[in-house]
């Protein structure tokens, strides 16, 4: 994988984080670190995975809202998923540095996570907000809610209520994610005390 065109990609405007996952190992996330804690990006990439696994062969990508952003969700070669999340700057336009991307992803799909993660650290987002000293960093309780219960409600769409309630019950960690309840129905709700997560 050349290093160039993961920098082209990374450098592209708007992009706040990205995301790489493919289902077996562990995801790769870029940027998201100073968005997302540990547990909140695990939880954020096993509902991405939920939402790709039922989303029709057809469909190769898609777009919601979380939280402030937008986020693009591709599914590349043989099972990979590139999620990017992106401020207003991010351009759909920009599907042709996506596609290079997927083309040097593919020449090297066994350890294309990895060489992205090897590749990536040597990279600054060019876009990327100082969340360090920003007042913003903590997220808001409500927001994370809202955007959990629109994946899940996309779940359920192609997997029901029950599959995906005891999907999201069988596969949160329990001390981390305590404070939220998933009800029958597949509903999440924040039963703790904090405002900000």
């Not at 099972?79 to 599907?95: C, M, P, Q, S, W």
């Not at 040597?122 to 913003?136: A, Y």
């Not at 999201?168 to 329990?174: D, G, L, Y």
Request: glycine content about 4%.
């Amino acid at each position: 994988m050349k290093r160039e065109v993961v920098q082209d990609f990374l450098n592209l405007p708007g992009i706040a984080g990205v995301a790489l996952m493919d289902g077996r190992s562990r995801p790769f996330f870029y940027g998201l670190e100073q968005i997302l804690s540990l547990p909140q990006r695990e939880m954020f990439a096993q509902g991405i995975q939920q939402v790709i696994s039922t989303t029709p062969a057809n469909v190769e990508r898609f777009e919601f809202q979380f939280l402030r952003y937008q986020v693009h969700l591709y599914k590349l070669t043989q099972g990979l998923v590139l999620l990017i999340l992106a401020n207003v700057e991010f351009e759909t336009r920009h599907h042709a540095q996506i596609e290079q991307l997927n083309r040097e992803l593919q020449q090297d799909f066994a350890s294309a996570i990895a060489t992205f993660r090897l590749l990536s650290g040597t990279i600054t987002l060019s876009q990327q907000p100082d969340w360090k000293h920003s007042t913003e960093a903590a997220i808001d309780a409500a927001d994370w809610v809202s955007a959990l219960n629109q994946i899940s409600q996309l779940a359920t769409y192609y997997l029901g209520a029950t599959l995906s309630s005891n999907y999201w019950k069988a596969t949160r960690p329990s001390e981390e994610l305590a404070a939220f309840e998933v009800d029958r129905a597949a509903c999440i709700r924040f039963t703790g005390t904090s405002t900000h997560i």
